[in-house]
């Protein structure tokens, strides 16, 4: 007899559909700022961490990701106060501009593995902090350079205007959130998402089952750096300022804690549920008024998490690698099961 | 040429990561594993030497080896506490990078955010025709030196120092000659750690203390295994002497460019020999 | 027209000489195997023609066109596919999500396709997942199709791997070893399985250190001793010549 989980009925639909539908329905029930822009900062750490979740799934471990976040946001904001282009052309261009960074990039670096391509994202990441802090007559160095909200889009019988709260962020944030999510669910459902596991989990063999390696590898990086430049963009002008020191390799490992915590099993659950909580919970240890507490707290939740998640595993695999995983579904069998 | 004080100053630096690469080095090649908050036990040893110091009245060395056993004994509670726990070596990256934050937190918590400094623990400057240097200084390299000749006679002339060699070329191999590597690694944890507090220690006395001092002899003691070639404990030494001096005197030269010299350097060499300049067998 | 072929291959690490001078060509349909004692070059040959390992001098050619120095990949695409002497796996997958990883090279529509779940991409993965599972019960794999693949034992894990390898549809397929750390049983049946690939059309090349194995599955052997062949012809003569007697003398003979 066949026995196995089918893993889609452990998450029903509905259940997705209607977590989708409360986000959405955020505003409407609180006007409050602070929710909000609490909210919206979870949301594009989510999108990155998705970004970085992709390249893991591929087998790369980088620790680059807020590189491409500083990219993608220097570019808008470069493209937007020095040269006064408006926000939507800028955020696009963005997105281009660190994915074009992303393949050029790693169509060098991806060659190398393990721990070695770790410690050259790092390099990277610095790199591009250190140009960033010095490049003074584009990037103003450490005085940062002050990005502006969006432009009002006029619908002719409605205008939104980015300027009076949050809201229209909000909503532009959980656009990015679900193209980013409907892309790489799509990802990990197709055969793209079986070949990166292959690439991933046995190199050697996969190169003599016909697989080229760099070139999965080099589409995972890359598909990561778009979404992550985006990402960029709308956390460098939802907070009007960038500096160098706000995306360096400290983020990079905030972004690596929130994948491992939110579960590595699926590439859209996984990274949305661990950046929500821990960013979230790191913004309201924030609020405690001793000096350092947050960090011990979260540290400290971060090493319990993963010290209790049975063999290594993140939050929302607890509950069934739905999703994204490399899985067959019981209907394309349903044929062999009279013959047993 | 940069004036003979840049040198020194390179020099010191190099002391400093040069201990700390060699603890990274010992680590990972026994457990397998690179452990990110070696920076934190840094910054710890600086901490413990700064207050055996001030407030127990400890001379200096006595201070720096206090330092190094305490953290060493945290690095082994960190070990068998956490490490051990947890399989894969991608959740064992997470969870010791989940441990900086808790680190460098409760130093805040408890040591508190302002720098502090010490003042010159040995005063005294000693003057040569062309250039003086402190005996702080001084101190500093000839403690290095001395932690590495004793590093070098326990590796190559004790019991403990065989097991190490072995298990780090042939852990399998030395498993059946009967090292228990599950022993050997928390010994292994606790040198790491313990050399990492005494490069904290050591130079505490020169520069300020804060809780965030880790960062940066981490990362530079990173690159400097990287140069050496990961796994590989000469190169460690030789990769922090390297970068010490490239620190300094290039700093004298270019400024910021320094850095950056530093990181495509790092960049180039893992590409094109990612084995590092010693080549150890790689992992 | 050749099928493959190797002319004048070496291969050498440092001053170790594991391969010199191979003349060697297969014809197609034919079960090839070669045999050796330990440390004749046999895994060399195999890791020289999939492209793990460069040949030092001399050249690979499959269906007349040159294959050596190639990316693996490239050969694999080319329809040459092999199987690893150790039991190389996706670490944690299961038994059907390994062949489905495995099945790479079957889906000739582009990825746009399976990206957007279109028609063509359903009927394609259809038709691919009958085959994986047509080739599961061709190997007697059934009963565990939802089995982690790591769990299962020594011997399935044997089949697993040259299922694996079957289901890229190989015009050639090279085993290594494909009976190590069997008893008589288990290889005779690991045997019967390689005879019935073979008579879908599959060309096979087989590399084992166990004459007796060999004796009943070849229709052809080669025989190779320090990395040079020593003889070659009808698997019952080649066993009596004297100098492969000599050559494997000492260790185990038929």
Same mark, same amino acid.
């Given at each position: 007899m066949m026995t196995y989980i089918d893993y889609k009925n452990v998450v029903p639909k509905t259940i997705i559909a209607l977590g989708v539908l409360l986000i959405a329905l955020v505003p409407v029930l609180t006007a409050n700022e602070a929710t909000l822009s609490m909210l919206i900062l979870s949301g594009i750490w989510s999108v990155v961490v998705m970004g970085f979740t992709l390249v893991l799934r591929a087998g790369q471990f980088s620790l680059g990701q807020a590189a491409f976040m500083a990219i993608g946001g220097y570019t808008s904001a470069i493209l937007t106060v020095q040269m006064s282009w408006s926000f939507w052309p800028a955020f696009l261009m963005a997105g281009l501009v660190s994915g074009l960074v992303a393949l050029l990039v790693g169509m060098v670096v991806l060659r190398v593995g393990g721990i070695y391509f770790s410690i050259i994202t790092l390099a990277l990441c610095e790199v591009v902090r250190i140009i960033a802090q010095q490049w003074e007559s584009v990037t103003r160095g450490t005085r940062g350079l002050i990005t502006s909200q969006p432009n009002p889009i006029n619908l002719g019988f409605y205008e939104i205007n980015f300027f009076i709260n949050s809201v229209p962020y909000f909503y532009l944030t959980l656009g990015l959130v679900a193209l980013t999510g409907l892309v790489f669910w799509r990802i990990g459902e197709s055969r793209l998402g079986r070949t990166f596991a292959g690439v991933a989990l046995n190199q050697v063999l996969a190169e003599h089952q016909g697989m080229y390696l760099m070139r999965y590898r080099v589409i995972a990086f890359t598909v990561a750096g778009v979404f992550t430049g985006l990402a960029g963009t709308l956390y460098a002008h939802f907070l009007t300022v960038l500096t160098p020191t706000m995306l360096g390799l400290w983020q990079s490992i905030q972004i690596l804690i929130m994948s491992i915590v939110g579960g590595i099993g699926s590439l859209v659950g996984g990274p949305i549920v661990g950046s929500f909580i821990l960013y979230i919970f790191g913004s309201y240890l924030t609020r405690l008024e001793i000096y350092g507490i947050q960090q011990l707290l979260f540290g400290a939740v971060v090493v319990l998490v993963l010290l209790f998640l049975p063999k290594g595993t993140g939050l929302v695999d607890l509950w069934g690698k739905f999703w994204t995983k490399v899985i067959w579904r019981e209907k394309e069998f349903e044929m062999d099961e009279g013959e047993e | 040429m940069p004036p003979a004080g840049i040198w020194i100053d390179g020099l010191i630096q190099s002391c400093a990561y040069m201990t700390m690469a060699f603890g990274m080095v010992l680590v990972f090649s026994i457990l397998g594993i690179l452990n990110w908050t070696h920076g934190q036990f840094y910054m710890l040893g600086a901490f413990?030497?700064?207050? *055996?110091?001030?407030?127990? @009245? !400890?001379? #200096?060395? !006595?201070? %720096?080896?206090? *330092?190094?056993? /305490?953290?060493?004994?945290? $690095?082994? !509670?960190?070990?068998?506490?956490?490490?051990?726990?947890?399989?894969? =070596?991608?959740?064992? @990256? *997470? +969870?010791?990078?989940? %441990?900086? #934050?808790?680190? =460098?937190? $409760?130093?805040?918590?408890? #040591?508190?955010?302002?720098?502090?400094? /010490? +003042?010159?623990?040995?005063? $005294?400057v000693l003057n040569l025709d062309a250039f003086s240097v402190s005996h702080q200084k001084i101190a500093v390299v000839s403690f290095t030196l001395a932690i590495m000749i004793i590093l070098y006679i326990m590796l190559n002339f004790t019991r403990i120092g065989l097991a190490i060699r072995a298990t780090s070329q042939q852990p399998d191999a030395a498993a059946l000659y009967g090292v228990s590597v599950e022993r050997l690694s928390l010994i292994v944890m606790g040198i790491g750690c313990g050399l990492a507090a005494l490069a904290g220690g050591i130079i505490a006395p020169l520069y300020t203390i804060n809780p965030f001092i880790g960062g940066i002899p981490m990362l530079m003691s990173l690159l400097a295994i990287v140069i050496g070639g990961i796994g590989s404990l000469t190169g460690a030494i030789v990769g922090g002497l390297i970068l010490g001096f490239i620190n300094c005197v290039v700093a004298y030269h270019i400024s910021y460019f320094s850095e950056v010299v530093l990181f495509v350097l790092v960049i180039i060499i893992l590409l094109v020999r990612p084995q590092g300049l010693f080549g150890a067998a790689l992992k | 027209m050749s099928f493959l072929e190797l002319k004048k291959v070496t291969r050498t690490f440092g001053k170790l000489v594991a391969l010199e001078d191979i003349d060697l060509k297969v014809e197609p349909g034919e079960i090839l195997g070669v045999v050796g004692p330990n440390g004749s070059g046999k895994t060399t040959l195999i890791n020289v023609i999939s492209g793990y390992f460069r040949a030092t001098r001399g050249e690979i050619y499959f269906m007349d066109r040159k294959i050596s120095g190639q990316r693996p990949d490239r050969i694999a695409q080319a329809g040459i596919i092999r199987t690893f002497q150790s039991n190389v796996l996706y670490e944690g997958t299961t038994v059907i999500e390994s062949m489905l990883i495995s099945s790479y090279q079957q889906y000739k529509t582009s990825h746009w396709h399976s990206f957007f779940n279109t028609r063509t991409w359903k009927d394609e993965n259809e038709e691919v997942v009958g085959r994986v599972i047509e080739l599961i019960k061709l190997l007697d794999l059934l009963n565990d199709t939802f089995l982690p693949a790591d769990g299962l034992s020594h011997g399935y894990q044997r089949l697993l791997g040259i299922a694996m390898a079957m289901i890229s549809k190989p015009r050639i397929l090279l085993l290594d070893e494909p009976t190590t750390g069997m008893n008589h049983e288990e290889a005779m049946f690991v045997v019967d399985k390689i005879k019935k690939i073979n008579e879908q059309g599959v060309t096979v090349l087989i590399i084992e250190h166990n004459m007796k194995v060999l004796l009943n599955v070849a229709t052809r052997v080669v025989v190779l001793n320090f990395g040079t062949k020593i003889a070659e012809g009808i698997p019952d003569e080649v066993m009596n010549r004297q100098e492969v007697i000599e050559a494997y003398l000492g260790t185990e003979m038929v």
């Open positions: - | 413990m030497v700064y207050y *055996a110091i001030t407030i127990a @009245g !400890l001379p #200096f060395p !006595l201070s %720096l080896l206090v *330092a190094g056993v /305490l953290v060493a004994g945290l $690095g082994m !509670l960190v070990k068998k506490v956490i490490i051990d726990n947890i399989t894969g =070596e991608l959740y064992v @990256g *997470a +969870a010791t990078m989940g %441990l900086i #934050f808790f680190f =460098e937190g $409760g130093a805040s918590m408890v #040591f508190g955010m302002q720098d502090k400094g /010490l +003042a010159m623990v040995l005063p $005294g | -």
